[in-house]
């Protein structure tokens, strides 16, 4: 398996969104082995150094894109307005989302010296409700089966993908996309629902999931896991290993731990991490709150899926993804000894 060693002087990757959790993230991780630069208005929260580099850039505009990534060789694409901004800024949510990610690839295109672009996509373009049968990569698009507050988003990354998949079948490039699952990981967004268990969990207070959501079945993935994920098709397109096929879905990978868990699952994971972590120390409790929501979920739904993964294994090499259990168990044991060091 061809991992990108020994090629920094070779190869530059233009990483777009890259000052964010997953950018900065596969950013730090590839300039280990190649050159990195990260595109984005907002600065990188992390340390800038020979081989890896920083350019401001605002994806609605076609030029500064142009300039940008002229001479990179590959693009990973993740600029993306989140929940809940783009629920109160739907104009810059297109802006940046669909006219950016058109930006992006065309610059792709239209330069000779990229050899393609990988998406950073989502498991929400499958939806959330009704979810049966085996979850593969050929699924399908459900955005109306998400709750109201993720519909923007879910709509945003399959046009996203609708666009990157359009690319792939007209330029002669291989422009890929790598749907992950929800990424755990030191560093991730405060206001993800791990985070906030964790956090109020180790301050000793009760872990607060929804009634109406707590048996949604969730998709996870270790950051570790997305960073190999990338590092690995990034290599495979630099090195002209990928074939050019007729249907785009032969370039679109999922990437996430094989089994479903629900948001009460997620918050017992975390009460037993805290417990085992802090030595029965802190011991916080569980409490369902009624928001008064009719219920979206079942306890039975997570049994009406399975997830095939078999792409990512024989694709790219990822035999053994990290579960849960140990990510959220690593990262309690991190805070707690950020906390007390």
């Known amino acids: 398996m061809s991992g990108g060693t020994n090629m920094s002087n070779k190869y530059r990757i233009g990483i777009v969104g890259g000052s964010g959790f997953i950018g900065s993230s596969l950013a730090l991780h590839l300039s280990r082995n190649f050159k990195v630069r990260i595109v984005d208005l907002k600065r990188p929260p992390i340390k800038l150094y020979e081989n890896l580099e920083y350019t401001p850039c605002d994806v609605r505009r076609y030029k500064e894109v142009e300039m940008a990534l002229a001479d990179v060789d590959l693009v990973i694409h993740a600029a993306i307005i989140q929940i809940p901004l783009i629920n109160e800024q739907k104009r810059l949510g297109y802006e940046v989302n669909i ?26 373009t499958i939806g959330e409700k009704e979810l049966k049968g085996v979850i593969d990569e050929e699924f399908g698009f459900r955005p109306d089966k998400v709750e109201d507050r993720a519909r923007l988003y879910a709509l945003s990354k399959i046009a996203q993908e609708s666009i990157v998949r359009f690319y792939d079948e007209m330029s002669d490039k291989v422009f890929g996309i790598i749907r992950m699952g929800t990424v755990l990981g030191e560093g991730m967004p405060e206001k993800t629902a791990a985070n906030i268990f964790i ?19 969730m998709l996870y993935v ?38 479903p868990i629900t948001i009460l699952e997620l918050a017992e994971i975390v009460q037993n991490a805290i417990i085992k972590h802090t030595k029965g120390s802190v011991s916080p409790k569980i409490e369902i709150v009624d928001a008064r929501h009719p219920p979206l979920f079942n306890e039975n739904d997570k049994k009406q899926i399975r997830v ?26 991190k805070k707690i000894e950020h906390t007390y060091s």
Not at 231 to 254: D, Y
Not at 308 to 333: Q, R
């Open 99 to 124: 006219l950016g990610i058109q930006n992006v690839c065309k610059a792709v295109d239209e330069n000779s010296r990229p050899k393609g672009l990988i998406l950073t996509g989502s498991w929400h």
């Open 199 to 217: 956090d109020r969990g180790l301050r000793g207070e009760t872990i607060t999931p929804y009634k109406h959501s707590m048996y949604r079945p």
């Open 222 to 259: 270790d950051i570790e896991d997305i960073k190999m994920a990338f590092e690995r098709f990034a290599s495979k397109i630099l090195n002209s290993e990928i074939r050019k096929e007729k249907n785009s879905l032969a370039n679109i990978i999922n990437v996430y731990y094989p089994e």
């Open 308 to 333: 095939d993964i078999s792409k990512a294994i024989s694709f790219l090499d990822l035999n053994e993804l990290k579960n849960p259990k140990v990510t959220i168990s690593n990262m309690v044991k």
